[in-house]
């Protein structure tokens, strides 16, 4: 157990559907990166936040948006699902100062048919 | 932004065997990791080794950041290695992490 999780570990929707991929980061870490692992895109950043703010945004499409809550817990939603949204769906975490690195959690399969 | 380039592609391994891979990258950097992707999908970090060496086990890796590449080497390879080994860099203007396309291990009995 990397000390991040997330939930739910798989997700089969229909296309034009909704749903919602959440996120625990470690304890202590306030640092949260969403990431997307497609078959021909390889891995590709999403989105990060820090402390509840957006700190960086990398290849989201405008149909995903994603939230950092008080408790740090973070969720990513995704609207309007397409066949290609289907993927795995890496939440990470990073503490404050200090060099240890990215921790993952164990991903979402997303399934859209 | 910055480039990851990892080799070789793919690569065959008999049990037992050792082997090096190769991650390049191309600008300094403030991390480097090296993960391994199993079949189940569980990226499982491995190293994180911005410069300087480190060994774990059958594992060890080595960064020389002034020339931009790392190396990860595994000895004694078992059929449980087998998967996909990423290389993920952050570059020095805190960007998130970037990753390479990954070696894929296979290692047969």
């Known amino acids: 157990d990397s000390g991040v999780t997330q939930t739910p570990k798989h997700l089969i929707t229909a296309t034009g559907q909704r749903v919602t991929l959440r996120c625990s980061p470690r304890?202590?870490?306030?640092?949260v990166y969403w990431y997307q692992q497609s078959l021909d895109q390889g891995l590709q950043f999403l989105i990060q936040?820090?402390?509840?703010?957006?700190?960086a945004k990398g290849n989201i499409l405008e149909r995903f948006s994603a939230q950092q809550f008080p408790d740090l817990h973070s969720e990513l939603n995704l609207s309007s699902l397409e066949l290609g949204d289907s993927a795995l769906y890496f939440c990470?975490?990073?503490?404050?100062?200090?060099?240890?690195?990215?921790?993952f959690g164990s991903g979402t399969r997303l399934t859209v048919v | 932004g910055i480039q990851v380039e990892q080799s070789p592609p793919d690569l065959i391994l008999q049990e037992g065997a050792n082997s090096t891979l190769r991650c390049n990258f191309s600008?300094?950097?403030?991390?480097l990791q090296w993960f391994h992707q199993n079949p189940w999908g569980q990226l499982i970090n491995l190293f994180y080794?911005?410069?300087g060496t480190k060994q774990n086990g059958r594992l060890s890796a080595t960064t020389v950041a002034t020339e931009r590449y790392s190396l990860l080497y595994i000895s004694s390879s078992q059929t449980t290695d087998s998967g996909v080994y990423f290389c993920?860099?952050?570059?020095?203007?805190?960007?998130?992490?970037?990753f390479g396309k990954g070696t894929r291990l296979s290692v047969i009995a």
């Open positions: 304890s202590g870490d306030l640092s």
């Open positions: 600008d300094s950097v403030n991390n």
């Open positions: 990470a975490s990073t503490p404050t100062g200090g060099n240890y690195g990215y921790t």
């Open positions: 993920a860099v952050e570059g020095s203007g805190n960007t998130p992490l970037v």
């Open positions: 080794i911005p410069s």
């Open positions: 936040y820090y402390n509840g703010e957006e700190r």
